[in-house]
């Protein structure tokens, strides 16, 4: 299992990582950036920024991912809040080839990968910007099927009210 860490930098690391797995994955760690809290005997989990938590695991998968597993390509899906079938369209396959690759019964090809990459961080750039940042994600792309994964731990920080990963500022 690929084990992800995320934290804050302006906040202190907490000494166990919360295995966060409200998203759909089971291999993210909060180091900060959240809070337990009792409220009539039950335990409530607050993240600061979710939706900037989101996006960061979100980008992490689609910028350092050579292979996003099948959990990962339906996080992915589900935060473009599309439907199997919507994104079988848009890709050109059929929904039940986007089901098998979200059980595991079979590997998304390259250019369906491909597609739903760019899908992903084009639906988080704004209009103005995505000229300029297709060029820089295709770079960064064909740098990716060249990638030796041996390390699959993720650590992302929070800081400047935004979730970041170290790799996409040293690449």
């Known amino acids: 299992m690929n084990i992800q860490h995320f934290y804050r930098p302006e906040e202190a690391i907490q000494s166990d990582p919360l295995h966060y797995t409200d998203c759909g994955l089971d291999n993210i760690y909060l180091s900060n ?5 009792e409220i009539d005997g039950e335990q409530t989990l607050s993240v600061a920024n979710l939706d900037g938590l989101h996006a960061a ?25 599309m439907s199997q079938a919507e994104l079988a369209q848009v890709l050109g396959v059929s929904d039940q080839t986007v089901a098998r ?8 090809n390259g250019a369906g990968v491909f597609g739903l990459r760019m899908i992903y961080l084009l639906s988080l ?3 103005r910007d995505r000229d300029a940042l297709l060029n820089n994600i295709l770079e960064r792309l064909k740098r990716l099927t060249e990638r030796d994964e041996t390390d699959d731990n993720i650590t992302l920080t929070y800081f400047g009210q935004k979730w970041h990963s170290p790799k996409l500022h040293a690449a």
Request: proline share 7%; hydrophobic share 35%.
């Open 33 to 37: 950036g959240f809070e337990i809290e």
């Open 125 to 127: 750039t704004p209009e």
């Open 57 to 81: 695991i979100g980008l992490h998968i689609v910028l350092e991912r050579k292979a996003p597993s099948p959990k990962e390509l339906r996080f992915l899906r589900n935060e473009l809040d």
């Open 101 to 108: 690759w979200e059980k595991g019964q079979c590997d998304a």
